[in-house]
């Protein structure tokens, strides 16, 4: 090695030094960015006044539609009680079905409410990066649905636990009863939470891309509710399983399935899958669209 490359080493290693160092300062720049975007966003969804009503109508939707469901449900019309074959805990939480729908308007308000105020240009100022914005807002608003739907989901199994031995599901009849120290009612459960935060993402991803609220509504809820309905209509089975297999609402609720998994188009995760893969490509579509339309 030559003198000059002697004299270089040292100042090789402090450039190298300067650059890790301002590689850190850098990730830690975006990082107290970040925490500043998601502080920005809850402090505005907990400031208005919709958000309380939005999420006690979650729970509220929820657990009612969901009691309604097992008050109606008995054994009195099966062979016998055991020859019901009813999924109890799909039947206690049949109330997302309904809630879901809160969810959507929850999520599409998030951003598509700033647009039409007009409060979104204040909002890019403070956080000049369109995609964490958007990341900000989806952490905000899922961490929202979540405690909500947590609140939900408890509600619905407590009150078919409750009434569903009286309709005569119980334990003497094969129907234990409800509880999340039950493995496959722990994941309905815990996939149902994750359904609900995937709704909400989707929606959000949909609102990002047409800034328009009752455009984002109808995507939303049209994307979520036509299949069960085309599926309906549908007489050829291998279309129905189709639908139930790459449709959105058919496929994220196979998470709720805890009996005769054999018998389910598709695997209560894999159909979970397939929700985030919609929820995905929203929001991958509305931030790029955000980004071109908003620079």
Same mark, same amino acid.
């Given at each position: 090695?030559?003198?000059?490359?002697?004299?270089?080493?040292?100042?090789?290693?402090?450039?190298?030094?300067?650059?890790?160092?301002? $590689?850190?300062?850098?990730?830690?720049?975006?990082?107290?960015?970040?925490?500043?975007?998601?502080?920005?966003?809850?402090?505005?969804?907990?400031?208005?006044?919709?958000?309380?009503?939005?999420?006690?109508?979650?729970? /509220?939707?929820?657990?009612?539609?969901?009691?309604?469901?097992?008050?109606?449900? =008995?054994?009195?019309?099966?062979?016998?009680?055991?020859?019901?074959?009813?999924?109890?805990?799909?039947?206690?939480?049949? =109330?997302?079905?309904?809630?879901?729908?809160?969810?959507?308007?929850?999520?599409?308000?998030?951003?598509?409410?700033?647009?039409?105020?007009?409060?979104?240009?204040?909002?890019?100022? /403070?956080?000049?990066?369109?995609?964490?914005?958007?990341? +900000?807002?989806?952490?905000?608003?899922?961490?929202?649905?979540?405690?909500?739907?947590?609140?939900?989901?408890?509600?619905?199994?407590?009150?078919?636990? /409750?009434?569903?031995? $009286?309709?005569?599901?119980?334990? +003497?009849?094969?129907?234990?009863?409800?509880?999340?120290?039950?493995?496959?009612?722990?994941?309905?459960?815990?996939?149902?939470? &994750?359904?609900?935060?995937?709704?909400?993402?989707?929606?959000?991803?949909?609102?990002?891309?047409?800034?328009?609220?009752?455009?984002?509504?109808?995507?939303?809820?049209?994307?979520?509710? &036509?299949?069960?309905?085309?599926?309906? &209509?549908?007489?050829?089975?291998?279309?129905?399983?189709?639908?139930?297999?790459?449709?959105?609402?058919?496929?994220?609720?196979?998470?709720?399935?805890?009996?005769?998994?054999?018998?389910?188009?598709?695997?209560?995760?894999?159909?979970?899958?397939?929700?985030? /893969?919609?929820?995905?490509?929203? &929001?991958?579509? $509305?931030?790029?669209?955000?980004?071109?339309?908003?620079?």
């Amino acid at each position: 090695m030559s003198a000059r490359e002697d004299a270089l080493g040292p100042q090789h290693a402090v450039r190298a030094g300067h650059a890790v160092r301002a $590689g850190h300062a850098v990730r830690a720049g975006h990082a107290v960015r970040a925490g500043h975007a998601v502080h920005a966003e809850w402090t505005k969804l907990r400031t208005l006044p919709s958000t309380g009503w939005l999420l006690l109508a979650l729970v /509220a939707s929820t657990v009612l539609v969901g009691a309604a469901a097992t008050g109606t449900v =008995g054994t009195e019309n099966c062979p016998t009680p055991a020859q019901c074959f009813e999924d109890t805990a799909e039947l206690s939480l049949t =109330g997302v079905r309904l809630g879901q729908a809160v969810v959507v308007v929850l999520a599409v308000l998030m951003i598509s409410g700033e647009y039409s105020t007009g409060t979104i240009s204040v909002t890019f100022a /403070a956080t000049p990066r369109r995609v964490t914005l958007l990341l +900000a807002k989806a952490a905000v608003v899922a961490g929202a649905v979540l405690g909500a739907g947590a609140l939900a989901v408890l509600g619905s199994l407590a009150a078919g636990r /409750a009434l569903l031995p $009286g309709n005569g599901f119980t334990e +003497a009849h094969g129907y234990p009863p409800l509880s999340l120290a039950d493995g496959p009612t722990l994941r309905a459960a815990v996939g149902t939470l &994750l359904y609900l935060a995937l709704v909400a993402l989707l929606a959000l991803g949909v609102a990002a891309a047409v800034r328009d609220t009752a455009g984002a509504l109808t995507s939303v809820l049209t994307l979520l509710y &036509l299949a069960p309905v085309l599926s309906g &209509l549908i007489a050829d089975p291998q279309w129905q399983e189709r639908i139930q297999r790459y449709a959105p609402m058919p496929a994220g609720l196979a998470v709720q399935a805890t009996t005769h998994l054999e018998r389910q188009p598709i695997g209560p995760w894999a159909g979970l899958g397939v929700l985030a /893969a919609y929820a995905a490509a929203a &929001l991958l579509v $509305g931030a790029l669209l955000t980004v071109r339309r908003d620079p």
